[in-house]
């Protein structure tokens, strides 16, 4: 790798674009199967939520090959709505191993030691990253999507291994802090219903 400290995100990953919609036949919540991550499993936090996730038959899961995911990878929202879905991004970890990326998402996999995938999932989300790639979205009424080539010119900045370790470790932590702080929000959300309702029994 050449000495310069910013590179185009393609020399330092492999960028995929996941299967079409066709590949993905009988994709269902009810399905015994292998998950799918698509945008609406991703949340604030960069993780993969799988309560609701959608799978596909192990039989068309194996036609699939190419779209598997593994630890370290990314997975990113090409097509969504403009300060909405798009641009959300999530690191796979071991649960996530084995599992596929949907046709709303890109996978970005590093090819090089030099850049941490946990520093990279957050220099993606900085503000004048995030806008600067989006932007190029192909747009239409409802849904943006973003071309490929649109991430893989992307300039990255990266610092020493020590810096990247620094920057993705405090990060991490406030979004470790972040969840915990909605999880009690809607833990004394469900209580206040609840209180409400015991308070008010004898009104309805």
Same mark, same amino acid.
């Given at each position: ?13 492999? *960028? ?23 945008? &609406? ?9 799988? #309560? /609701? ?27 969504? $709505? ?29 090819? $090089? ?16 990253? #995030? ?6 979205? /192909? ?15 992307? &300039? ?15 990060? /991490?932590? *406030? ?12 833990? #004394? ?16």
């Amino acid at each position: 790798m050449p000495p310069s400290r910013t590179h185009r995100l393609i020399d330092l990953c492999e *960028i995929a674009s996941g299967p079409s919609g066709q590949q993905l036949e009988g994709l269902s919540a009810s399905l015994e199967g292998v998950p799918v991550v698509s945008p &609406p499993d991703l949340t604030a936090e960069h993780k993969v939520d799988a #309560h /609701n996730i959608k799978r596909v038959s192990t039989g068309t899961a194996a036609g699939l090959e190419r779209f598997r995911l593994r630890r370290g990878d990314l997975v990113y929202v090409r097509q969504g $709505t403009p300060g909405g879905t798009l641009g959300l991004r999530a690191l796979v970890g071991p649960a996530e191993a084995t599992w596929l990326f949907g046709a709303a998402c890109l996978r970005i996999r590093p090819t $090089t030691e030099a850049i941490l995938p946990e520093y990279l999932l957050h220099y993606l989300g900085h503000p004048l990253v #995030h806008d600067a790639i989006t932007s190029q979205a /192909n747009r239409s009424q409802a849904v943006w999507t973003l071309p490929s080539q649109a991430l893989a010119t992307a &300039p990255i900045f990266v610092p020493p291994l020590e810096r990247q370790r620094t920057i993705a470790g405090a990060l /991490n932590e *406030i979004d470790t802090q972040i969840e915990a702080h909605r999880q009690l929000i809607a833990k #004394h959300q469900a209580f206040r219903s609840g209180l409400l309702t015991d308070l008010l029994s004898d009104a309805f």
